[in-house]
């Protein structure tokens, strides 16, 4: 098994001679001494870190576990004062992303990158993508594209640079057209959001048997079920990257043993704290933090992404000691009365059953009861749809949360049907829609 590829890269970027793996002391050496800038360049140039960083002297930080003396960022701190938060003139700035925050008439996030931020993107994508791809692979980008600095352009960018070709395609809106292009073109690996490379697996038209050599999920929490029956359908490894708007679309990459995201530390360093914002021992669950260390545009300080997973503590099989992110949870959780309903586990149970393409969750408030309705996307032609309703319901019987919910008489299974709106019609993160007075976190 090889080597992830980001151990050869990190040890460049860190300044090791030759081709020495990083260890934990240089390459925490270096994260230190880019924390230093990063605090500096901070400081001196934003409005925003000037107030909140008045009382931090970087030179009193003599490691990277300092770095819990900080106050932490917030999604509401990029809402309401991303232009105070650039380093930058807005003349230095070649892309800004802006993403709708939770409800409809929130203020908006906006995150900002100069031409050097989204160069460290490519180049981290360039040098993650060897993993699973080698020089004259055909790769279909199944991401928004293609403007400068799109996912799309971006990952395209980077397969350039390993001498790939890529198609950057866009979202799928309908499977059977793109399965169409995949076998036309000979694409031998594609990238793109789990549930939606899903449905490329489940179609009734097929891909060439042999013809997908890689799978490449991003975009969204990656549940095991998806995974597994991409596999089964392909026999093919199947990767999974983190990765976040904040984080500059890249954050880490699993490597050939296929067991946890090797992270992008040159560029990022990574917590992992509590609901009080303590940091826990490695292996322990928590909400992830980051940090950028080589972001010019609108650096991130202890930005607390809402994202749980944990550090995995034994080695990499591949040999690296580079840290690993354990598969990310999914966001999208409801407490009724402190009962969780979480999406990631009806996703682990629903995605189970083979003729599932896609389904949606919502639950409405009627008078002192919660009802929940899912509609649900099965394979065209298959003859399953009035069963599908049943095996549904047995699925979601084993979530320990949502039979505690309906012991105790808050929540009723209202309905479970096939869905008349078009597949991927609404193509954002998956969540469970709120109507009423359900209160989502």
Not at 126 to 145: E, I, N
Not at 161 to 167: K, L, M, N, Q, Y
Not at 183 to 212: E, T, Y
């Amino acid at each position: 098994m090889e080597m992830t590829p980001l151990d050869e890269w990190m040890a460049a970027k860190i300044g090791l001679a030759g081709k020495d793996a990083p260890n934990p002391a240089s390459l925490q050496d270096y994260q230190l001494a880019m924390l230093g800038k990063t605090l500096a360049l901070a400081r001196k140039n934003s409005p925003f870190y000037q107030r909140r960083l008045r009382d931090v002297d970087p030179h009193a930080l003599k490691s990277m576990a300092d770095i819990t003396g900080l106050p932490f960022t917030s999604p509401g701190d990029l809402a309401a004062s991303s232009l105070e938060m650039l380093c930058v003139s807005q003349g230095e700035i070649a892309r800004v992303v802006t993403l709708q925050t939770s409800g409809t008439t929130a203020t908006p996030k906006r995150i900002y990158f100069t031409l050097d931020d989204l160069e460290l993107t490519a180049d981290f994508f360039a040098q993650g993508m060897k993993a699973l791809v080698k020089p004259g692979q055909r790769v279909m980008v199944l991401m928004p594209g293609p403007n400068l600095g799109s996912v799309g352009e971006r990952v395209a960018t980077g397969l350039g640079r390993i001498g790939c070709e890529a198609v950057v395609h866009g979202l799928v809106e309908d499977p059977g057209q793109v399965i169409e292009k995949i076998n036309d073109l000979g694409i031998d690996c594609l990238i793109g959001l789990p549930v939606q490379v899903l449905s490329l697996a489940r179609w009734p038209r097929k891909i060439a048997p042999g013809q997908i050599k890689s799978v490449l999920l991003s975009g969204d929490y990656v549940p095991r079920s998806i995974t597994e029956a991409i596999n089964r359908a392909w026999n093919c490894p199947v990767f999974n990257h983190y990765g976040l708007t904040e984080t500059g679309l890249g954050g880490g990459v699993e490597c050939q043993a296929l067991d946890g995201c090797h992270l992008r530390e040159a560029d990022l360093y990574f917590e992992i704290v509590d609901r009080q914002g303590r940091p826990v021992e490695d292996g322990c669950q928590g909400e992830i933090v980051l940090t950028t260390l080589t972001r010019r545009g609108m650096p991130l300080i202890r930005y607390r992404t809402g994202d749980v997973s944990r550090f995995l503590t034994e080695r990499c099989a591949c040999g690296s000691n580079l840290r690993r992110l354990d598969r990310v949870r999914g966001r999208s959780v409801y407490k009724l009365e402190g009962i969780e309903l979480r999406l990631d586990e009806m996703d682990e149970a629903i995605f189970q059953l083979d003729d599932i393409l896609d389904f949606e969750v919502s639950i409405q408030r009627q008078d002192n009861k919660y009802l929940m309705n899912i509609g649900f996307w099965a394979v065209p032609g298959g003859g399953f749809y009035y069963g599908l309703d049943l095996a549904i319901r047995e699925k979601l019987s084993k979530i320990p949360g949502l039979n505690q919910a309906r012991a105790q008489g808050i929540l009723s299974l209202n309905n479970v049907f096939s869905s008349s709106n078009k597949l991927f019609s609404n193509p954002i993160k998956r969540k469970i829609k709120r109507e009423s007075y359900a209160q989502e976190h």
